[in-house]
C-alpha cells in the first residue's frame, strides 16, 4: 500500500512569488490535513479537507488556501510569500470518518523563501 | 482550545539506559493522545495513542506511554534505548467532537543516544 506522497520534496522561491504543493492521501483515504512546520512555531495545523470540503482550518492569513479533488489528492497554495514562508510543509492522510482515525504523514515539502 | 506542553526540549541519554520524555496538555473537552516520531529530513510517524480504555498504551519499538487523566499528562518511556531512536519526539492531541484531523502538536523532544 503506497504511501502519502508530496511533491516536490524542494523548492525555493522569490519571495512576492506565488506557490503550489501538492499532497496524494493513500487510497481510499478521505481526509487530507496540511501542516507547517519551523523551528520557531513548530507544528501547526493549516487546514483539513474531507470530501472536498474545508472542514477545519487554523489561524494561517489568507494568503494560505488550498482544495481537495474528487480522487482525494489536495493542494495547497501560498500567495505573495514571505521569507518567513519558509518552512516543511506536512501533509497526512486518513479515512477522515471518526476523529480518532491514524494520521499518516509525507515526507514534507521543503520550500525556501529568498 | 487545547495546548501541549514538553517539558524538555532536548534529553541525552546513553544507550541501554531508560528514558522518559514528559507530555502534559490542557484541555475543556475530552482528548485523544498521540506520540509522534520524526527522524532528520522525514515526515511524521506514530509510535502510539490513546483513545481510551487502558491508561498504559503499548506502541510500537518498545515504547510506552501512561495517561494519566489527574495530572493531565501523557509521558512516553522506553526502558533501554538504542542509537537508532536518535529523533525529535512530539506528543499531540485531538480534542473530541468535530476536530477530526486537527492535531495540537508540543514544541518536541529532541532525543540523543550516546554510544
Known amino acids: 500500500k503506497a504511501g502519502v506522497t508530496q511533491t516536490p520534496r524542494y523548492l525555493i522561491k522569490t519571495r512576492g512569488q506565488q506557490v503550489t504543493l501538492s499532497c496524494s492521501p493513500i487510497?481510499?483515504?478521505?481526509?487530507v490535513s496540511w501542516y507547517q512546520q519551523t523551528p520557531g512555531q513548530g507544528l501547526q495545523f493549516l487546514f483539513e479537507?474531507?470530501?472536498?470540503?474545508?472542514?477545519n482550518k487554523g489561524n494561517f492569513p489568507g494568503r494560505f488556501s488550498g482544495r481537495q479533488f474528487s480522487n482525494s489528492r489536495s493542494e495547497m497554495n501560498v500567495s505573495t510569500l514571505e521569507l518567513g514562508d519558509s518552512a516543511l510543509y506536512l501533509c497526512?492522510?486518513?479515512?477522515?470518518?471518526?476523529?480518532?482515525?491514524?494520521?499518516?504523514f509525507g515526507q514534507g515539502t521543503r520550500l525556501t523563501v529568498v | 482550545a487545547q495546548s501541549v506542553t514538553q517539558l524538555d526540549s532536548q534529553v541525552p541519554v546513553f544507550e541501554e539506559a531508560p528514558v522518559e520524555l514528559r507530555c502534559n496538555y490542557s484541555?475543556?473537552?475530552?482528548?485523544?493522545l498521540f506520540w509522534y516520531v520524526q527522524y532528520p529530513n522525514q515526515g511524521l510517524q506514530l509510535l502510539l495513542k490513546?483513545?481510551?480504555?487502558?491508561?498504559l498504551v503499548k506502541g510500537i519499538n518498545g515504547f510506552e506511554a501512561e495517561f494519566n487523566k489527574s495530572q493531565t499528562s501523557f509521558h512516553l518511556r522506553k526502558p533501554s534505548v538504542h542509537i537508532s531512536d536518535t529523533a525529535e519526539y512530539f506528543c499531540?492531541?485531538?480534542?473530541?467532537?468535530?476536530?477530526?484531523?486537527?492535531?495540537?502538536f508540543g514544541q518536541g523532544t529532541i532525543l540523543t543516544v550516546h554510544p
Open positions: 499531540a492531541v485531538v480534542a473530541g467532537g468535530t476536530s477530526y484531523g486537527k492535531l495540537t
Open positions: 497526512a492522510s486518513s479515512s477522515g470518518r471518526t476523529v480518532n482515525t491514524e494520521a499518516f
Open positions: 484541555s475543556s473537552v475530552s482528548v485523544y
Open positions: 479537507y474531507f470530501s472536498e470540503t474545508q472542514r
Open positions: 490513546y483513545l481510551s480504555g487502558s491508561t
Open positions: 487510497s481510499g483515504h478521505r481526509s
